[in-house]
């Protein structure tokens, strides 16, 4: 956008005051945020391993994997320095927090269970996930 505006600068109507630009450059270089969100979608295959994590490159603010075969979808939250809440939904849809099964938000990604083949990385099952920083 900050390029567009320079441009528009370039060719603007001369009857516009000068001040508009200035206040919209202003805005823009000033007040809207720098940082874009980043985002990770993907899929992995379950390994049995305990403690696995999957790398996404950042540490997310929002994770969800959605197990197919399970019918289980793990969520977890973060402020982006740090994991706060982690939780599944089994295919009962109850509302599970057990880090045995799952971990949530690591500092790369996302941690699956502690526990060897856990609901989040049962072996050769396809799970897909997305990510938010």
Same mark, same amino acid.
């Given at each position: 956008?900050? %390029?567009?505006?320079? /441009? ?7 009857? @516009? ?13 000033? $007040?809207?945020?720098? $940082?874009?969100? $980043? &985002? ?11 403690? /696995? ?7 997310? /603010?929002?994770? %969800? ?9 793990? $969520?977890? %939250? ?26 949530? %938000? ?5 941690? &699956? ?8 990385? @049962? ?8 990510? @938010?920083?």
């Amino acid at each position: 956008m900050r %390029i567009a505006l320079l /441009r528009l600068r370039d060719f603007k109507d001369m009857t @516009v005051p000068q001040s508009n630009f200035d206040a919209l450059e202003n805005f823009v270089n000033k $007040e809207l945020p720098t $940082e874009v969100p $980043e &985002c990770a979608a993907g899929s992995y295959t379950g390994t049995d391993a305990a403690n /696995r994590v999957k790398a996404v490159g950042f540490m997310p /603010r929002y994770v %969800i994997v959605y197990d197919p075969t399970g019918g289980n979808t793990f $969520e977890a %939250i973060g402020s982006g320095d740090v994991a706060l809440e982690a939780w599944y939904r089994g295919s009962t849809g109850a509302h599970v927090r057990d880090t045995t099964q799952w971990q949530g %938000i690591a500092t790369t990604g996302f941690k &699956c269970g502690s526990a060897a083949a856990s609901a989040s990385n @049962v072996s050769g099952r396809t799970y897909y996930y997305f990510a @938010v920083r």
